[in-house]
């Protein structure tokens, strides 16, 4: 039996990453391309030369040629430009629509077969940009956003309470914005879920009210302290969990910016909910009840997105 293939489409700091922890895990063979000729041939031989002494076996290669990602099983798109400080997420949406017109056009001629997760910013209106520049089956298209910051709420969660990370489960929903919802009612502690501690006297409102805030500013507070890009270590580490989701048809339940067709009072929308992730790619998404000021939340959310998403279709007349 053949190997699994593994694209990276952009072998920049995630990308890099994302080869490394592939290639850590055994999850198959890893292919980096990138239009920097160098990058990422280099990046693939130093990961390659460090396979003896973490005793992996996984070939890597580097490439600028869209022929080598050829039945790719799983590719995951980072190519594009990350953040400065001072700027947002939307500031890179000229420039990286362009970037996903031709790595949606790489992927249909060369891996339509393949699952695609994209991380490329703005993640809800890049994930849609490369659905529609494709053409592949709105199941095999996701975005990554809601797993890193549902860790990243987890991880604040677990500092402030001083309990095993492993014990905190959080849900993150809408846009990968500073408009992102973490519901707070379906993150738990050891099953009891956050706004229940409050009550028990575990944390105050006001302590949650700032973790809820760190978590929507969480890309910022890395981006502000290295100055010369954005995160690159928790992004690689979400990506992977939902190849692996997908290759092994674990059925995860992880959140993911996907195509809402039916759900959410959406007609055909990409946008951050819960899903399930097997070998079907996103196989389901789960509906849950939202309060009143949630859906709101949820609402300002989308609103967010469908802006950008317009902002799309007036930058490129096909996606009209
Ligand atoms: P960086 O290290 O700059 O890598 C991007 C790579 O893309 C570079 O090596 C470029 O040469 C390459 N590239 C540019 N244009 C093309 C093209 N047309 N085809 C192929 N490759 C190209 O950035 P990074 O790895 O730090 O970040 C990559 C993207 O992920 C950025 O858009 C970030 O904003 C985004 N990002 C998203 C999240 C999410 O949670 C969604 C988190 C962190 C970063």
């Known amino acids: 039996m053949a190997r699994t293939k593994i694209a990276l489409i952009g072998s920049g700091m995630i990308g890099g990453t994302l080869a490394h922890l592939a290639a850590l895990k055994e999850m198959g063979d890893v292919v980096l391309f990138d239009i920097a000729d160098g990058i990422p041939q280099g990046k693939a031989l130093d990961i390659a030369e460090s396979g003896p002494v973490e005793g992996f076996d996984a070939a890597l290669s580097g490439t600028t040629s869209y022929e080598d990602i050829a039945g790719a099983d799983v590719c995951i798109v980072t190519a594009g430009v990350p953040r400065k400080p001072g700027m947002s997420r939307d500031d890179l949406l000229g420039i990286n629509l362009k970037v996903m017109k031709s790595v949606g056009e790489g992927i249909k001629e060369h891996a339509p077969d393949?699952?695609?997760?994209?991380?490329?910013?703005?993640?809800?209106?890049?994930?849609?940009?490369?659905r529609e520049f494709s053409g592949l089956p709105h199941n095999k298209v996701v975005g990554m956003a809601g797993v890193l910051d549902s860790a990243r709420f987890?991880?604040?969660?677990?500092?402030?309470?001083?309990?095993?990370?492993?014990?905190?489960?959080?849900?993150?929903?809408?846009?990968?914005?500073?408009?992102?919802?973490?519901?707070?009612?379906?993150?738990?502690?050891?099953?009891?879920?956050?706004?229940?501690?409050?009550?028990?006297?575990?944390?105050?409102?006001?302590?949650?009210?700032?973790?809820?805030?760190?978590?929507?500013?969480?890309?910022?507070?890395?981006?502000?302290?290295?100055?010369?890009?954005?995160?690159?270590?928790?992004?690689?580490?979400?990506?992977?969990?939902?190849?692996?989701?997908?290759?092994?048809?674990?059925?995860?339940?992880?959140?993911?910016?996907?195509?809402?067709?039916?759900?959410?009072?959406?007609?055909?929308?990409?946008?951050?909910?819960?899903?399930?992730?097997?070998?079907?790619?996103?196989?389901?998404?789960?509906?849950?009840?939202?309060?009143?000021?949630?859906?709101?939340?949820?609402?300002?959310?989308?609103?967010?997105?469908?802006?950008?998403?317009?902002?799309?279709?007036?930058?490129?007349?096909?996606?009209?």
């Open 114 to 130: 393949a699952f695609v997760i994209c991380i490329t910013n703005p993640l809800d209106a890049m994930v849609w940009a490369l």
């Open 154 to 320: 987890r991880h604040f969660l677990s500092v402030e309470f001083d309990v095993s990370m492993r014990d905190v489960t959080a849900f993150v929903l809408g846009g990968h914005g500073d408009t992102m919802v973490p519901l707070t009612r379906y993150s738990t502690v050891g099953g009891i879920p956050l706004p229940d501690l409050v009550k028990m006297g575990w944390t105050s409102q006001e302590k949650l009210d700032a973790i809820v805030q760190r978590t929507r500013d969480g890309g910022a507070e890395i981006v502000g302290l290295l100055k010369t890009g954005s995160a690159y270590y928790a992004p690689a580490a979400s990506a992977i969990e939902m190849a692996q989701a997908y290759l092994n048809d674990q059925k995860r339940l992880l959140p993911c910016a996907a195509y809402v067709d039916g759900a959410y009072g959406l007609d055909g929308f990409y946008v951050g909910v819960p899903t399930i992730i097997g070998a079907n790619g996103i196989e389901k998404v789960i509906d849950i009840e939202l309060n009143k000021d949630e859906q709101a939340m949820f609402d300002k959310s989308v609103d967010a997105v469908k802006g950008l998403v317009e902002a799309c279709k007036g930058i490129d007349s096909s996606l009209a």
